[in-house]
């Protein structure tokens, strides 16, 4: 019988952060910290929004390029709160998530053979996506003294004639970091004397806690260079919605819609209603969630210091990155020891590039009573592994 898998998709290992979930999800009395999920639930009025449109009967198709309402209403939050301009009507797609927007956008700009830059350790889609759209991956290994910010010297060091592209995953998941304005200043520089473009993943971009977040886009020279790619996922608690947008060029857009409109059509009716509700009334919403989660950032960040855990101090997103080097034990032997004594799932930081090897990603999107239950288990851990 002739082999029916193709040979690319079978190199591709499955995402690495779902296995302690799901061995978590059937054992008794555990607590994971592994999911990069908000435990807010989506809030109410956007909710009714949602609702409102199936009693009205809003289940039908939408442009394939997303609803106009929904799109104006992105524009003028794109340009009140990061000081971009987009014209919706040609510059932006209403994705499936910002992960449709991941695929879409390379598979749309990349030929055979063409690098695509990666820092490490990030979200991990990206590598097979540029392995699915026939580009070639190459990582930049962040570093933990540099604050997981990727540098230009980092950046300039990696760049070849094959360059296409630079993914610049920042607020970043899973260590939290953030690039401020002048990090990007010097990255654009190099962009723009290499002749290269920009997939800038600005989903966590709302949760920022020491300065607002600064789009790459909005420096001067970047904005016809870039793909800016969000959604309402983290900052309205819109998981399940399944909602994402990405903004750009119109010539990348419009090809980047073909692809959408074959493999999607367009994204869900109702969740594009609730999202309308989403941003014109949201503001407070996300205030108080990024509120809420920077207090228990610095509880976990508390709590590392009185167990003597190294943990850099991370200013974006919903997650730390401690370092567990001491324990002599790979990430993955950590986690597995960990939840085997104290049922408590966190992630690899191999789960996020080899160069996360020594970490591991714990995410605060859980109460704070969750994470004081959790950190007393993890400490009890700390204690015995130095204890032996």
Not at 66 to 77: N, V, Y
Not at 223 to 241: D, Q, Y
Request: hydrophobic residues 40%; charged residues 25%; contains cysteine.
């Amino acid at each position: 019988m002739r082999n029916p898998l193709n040979k690319t998709i079978v190199t591709i290992e499955p995402s690495g952060i779902r296995k302690f979930f799901d061995i978590v999800s059937e054992m008794k009395d555990a607590i994971s910290l592994g999911v990069g999920e908000p435990d807010f639930d989506t809030p109410w009025h956007i909710r009714d929004e949602g609702i409102y449109s199936l009693e009205k009967g809003r289940t039908h198709y939408t442009s394939n390029a997303g609803l106009k309402e929904l799109k104006a209403e992105i524009a003028e939050f794109l340009s009140r709160r990061y000081g971009l301009s987009y014209d919706y009507n040609k510059e932006m797609i209403v994705t499936v998530g910002g992960s449709e927007a991941i695929d879409i956008g390379m598979r749309a700009m990349l030929d055979p053979g063409d690098e695509v830059l990666i820092p490490q350790p990030s979200y991990v889609s990206y590598l097979p996506c540029t392995v699915l759209a026939n580009g070639t991956p190459v990582v930049i290994e962040l570093k933990e003294e540099n604050q997981f910010r990727l540098t230009a010297e980092e950046l300039e060091a990696a760049i070849t004639p094959k360059t296409k592209l630079l993914v610049l995953p920042f607020p970043n998941n899973p260590t939290g970091a953030v690039m401020e304005k002048e990090d990007l200043e010097r990255i654009a520089e190099l962009v723009i004397r290499h002749d290269l473009f920009v997939l800038s993943d600005e989903i966590y971009s709302e949760l920022t806690y020491l300065e607002r977040h600064v789009s790459i886009a909005s420096l001067p020279g970047m904005r016809e260079r870039t793909l800016v790619i969000n959604g309402f996922s983290k900052s309205h608690a819109m998981t399940g919605w399944r909602l994402g947008y990405v903004c750009g060029p119109e010539a990348i857009i419009t090809q980047m819609l073909k692809i959408h409109q074959y493999a999607i059509m367009c994204a869900p009716t109702m969740a594009q209603y609730a999202a309308v509700a989403a941003m014109r009334d949201g503001d407070e919403d996300v205030a108080g969630m990024r509120e809420e989660y920077n207090g228990r950032r610095r509880y976990l960040m508390h709590r590392f210091r009185e167990m003597g855990l190294q943990c850099f101090e991370p200013f974006g997103a919903f997650y730390v990155f401690p370092c567990i080097r001491e324990f002599g034990m790979s990430s993955e032997a950590f986690a597995e020891a960990l939840l085997a004594s104290q049922k408590l799932a966190v992630v690899p930081g191999t789960a996020f590039g080899a160069c996360g090897e020594g970490f591991v990603r714990i995410s605060y999107a859980y109460s704070l009573e969750s994470l004081k239950t959790a950190m007393d288990r993890l400490e009890a851990f700390v204690e015995e592994c130095r204890k032996s």
